[in-house]
């Protein structure tokens, strides 16, 4: 595998459901990102993480909990969502944070449906 | 916040043509990025240009960072060039790439 991966691709889930997201880098960087992106709006940082420590966090609602193990992977736990939390979840990585000025690569995305 | 301000919205062009995508800024352009996200979603680094000209194939851009705009050339366009073109900063402060609107390309046979 190379860059950033994401697993699942798809997800559909309902309101009372937990569920996480998964996403590797293998690009040996020190930071990783999630952003959403909403039908019409433009994509919005959801959270940062560098060296393992949440660095960002863009007041995101709390049925929405992030997880950084190690530098490599990045986790989004998901809980009791709402159908408005439907949306492409993307999970991006950089050198380091990117605002020392290091260029950000996305993974493929999950497409989550909450019904 | 920085905000990003891309254009035109929408654009068809036929195969062959070419074509010239903005990016405005209201603050400065460091760690400005562009991007093509295909049908799948799948955003494809173009190019990380904070200042600057570079070219990739029949891809090209310049950033003018003292008027804080970049531009992105795409000649000879073919339609596997169609999705959306994203133009993004990074302020100052802080570490979330800033993404403007898009540009929707759809390039016809």
């Known amino acids: 595998e190379t860059g950033v991966t994401q697993t699942p691709r798809h997800l559909v889930m309902g309101m009372t459901n937990k569920k996480s997201l998964k996403c590797e880098q293998h690009?040996?960087?020190?930071?990783m990102y999630w952003y959403k992106q909403s039908a019409k709006k433009p994509l919005e940082l959801m959270f940062v993480?560098?060296?393992?420590?949440?660095?960002e966090n863009n007041s995101v609602p709390s049925r929405f909990s992030p997880e950084c193990p190690n530098s490599s992977h990045l986790f989004l736990h998901l809980h009791t969502l709402q159908p408005e939390d439907s949306a492409l979840y993307l999970c991006?990585?950089?050198?380091?944070?990117?605002?020392?000025?290091?260029?950000?690569?996305f993974g493929p995305g999950t497409r989550l449906t909450v019904t | 916040g920085i905000q990003v301000e891309q254009s035109p919205p929408d654009l068809i062009l036929q195969e062959g043509a070419n074509s010239t995508l903005r990016c405005n800024c209201s603050?400065?352009?460091?760690?400005l990025q562009w991007f093509h996200q295909n049908p799948w979603g799948q955003l494809i680094n173009l190019f990380y240009?904070?200042?600057g000209t570079k070219q990739n194939g029949r891809l090209s851009a310049t950033t003018v960072a003292t008027e804080r705009y970049s531009l992105l050339y795409i000649s000879s366009s073919q339609t596997t060039d169609s999705g959306v073109y994203f133009c993004?900063?990074?302020?100052?402060?802080?570490?979330?790439?800033?993404f403007g609107k898009g540009t929707s390309l759809l390039v016809t046979p």
């Open positions: 240009i904070p200042s």
């Open positions: 991006a990585s950089s050198q380091d944070v990117a605002g020392r000025g290091y260029e950000q690569y």
């Open positions: 993004a900063v990074i302020p100052n402060s802080g570490y979330a790439l800033n």
């Open positions: 690009l040996g960087h020190n930071a």
């Open positions: 603050d400065s352009v460091n760690n």
């Open positions: 993480y560098s060296l393992e420590e949440r660095v």
